[in-house]
């Protein structure tokens, strides 16, 4: 049960990061900052690296928090 709850955590981490991520990735390509962005080395593919980087490693911590969270309240 522990291994399920933790696992729907990071899913469920893992979808909403990514999903701002996109939205913020959206919401820069609509933005007038987004040619001083592009001229400053600062385009699509570092920030889908950043944010799939990002989508895929704060779950984890996410997931660790409630693991050790779920241990240590079958202990008391």
């Known amino acids: ?6 696992v729907g955590t ?3 981490a893992f979808l909403l990061i990514a ?13 007038p900052k987004g040619a001083w962005m592009e001229g400053h080395g600062v385009g699509a ?3 889908l690296i950043l944010s799939w980087g990002a989508a895929l490693v ?3 911590f996410v997931a660790r928090i409630v693991w050790r969270r779920l241990s240590r309240r079958g202990h008391d």
Do not use: R
């Open 19 to 31: 999903v701002l991520a996109f939205c913020l990735l959206m919401a820069l390509a609509n933005s």
């Open 10 to 12: 990071y899913v469920a």
């Open 1 to 6: 049960m522990k291994l399920l709850l933790t």
């Open 58 to 60: 704060l779950p984890v």
């Open 45 to 47: 593919v570092p920030f």
